[in-house]
Nanobody, 121 residues
Framework: QLVESGGGLVQAGGSLKLSCAAS????????MGWFRQAPGKERQFVAA????????YYEASLKGRFFISRDNVNKMVYLQMNSLKPEDTAIYYC????????????????WGQGIQVTVFS
């Protein structure tokens, strides 16, 4: 089970840190990703991190503003979002899969329920 937290309202230029709490014994084997879906748009890949935490990957337009990290001891995944823009407004989802390729492709086995992030100008 994956549960996101940390969303909310933020003014443009501000920062938010999303958290994703995982339960279950397989977390340390899972490659994790963050995705988002804005109203009327398709789901978009945001960032991914492999099971070890040593390798990450970002949607090109977000690299440098968004940072993914994980804590395998506490079974947490984070998304630090800086210099937020109104176009970052979306529901953000945490997801995981044993296969790295499936993570980047957006075809993951485990999904959180999503959390709203709204950036106002």
């Amino acid at each position: 089970q994956l549960v996101e937290s940390g969303g909310g309202l933020v003014q443009a230029g501000g920062s938010l840190k999303l958290s994703c709490a995982a339960s279950g014994s397989t977390f340390t084997d899972l490659n994790m990703g963050w995705f988002r879906q804005a109203p009327g748009k398709e789901r978009q890949f945001v960032a991914a991190i492999d099971w070890s935490g040593y390798n990450d990957y970002y949607e090109a337009s977000l690299k440098g503003r968004f940072f993914i990290s994980r804590d395998n001891v506490n079974k947490m995944v984070y998304l630090q979002m800086n210099s937020l823009k109104p176009e970052d407004t979306a529901i953000y989802y945490c997801a995981g899969d044993l296969n790295w390729g499936r993570v980047v492709a957006g075809i993951l086995e485990y999904w959180g329920q999503g959390i709203q992030v709204t950036v106002f100008s």
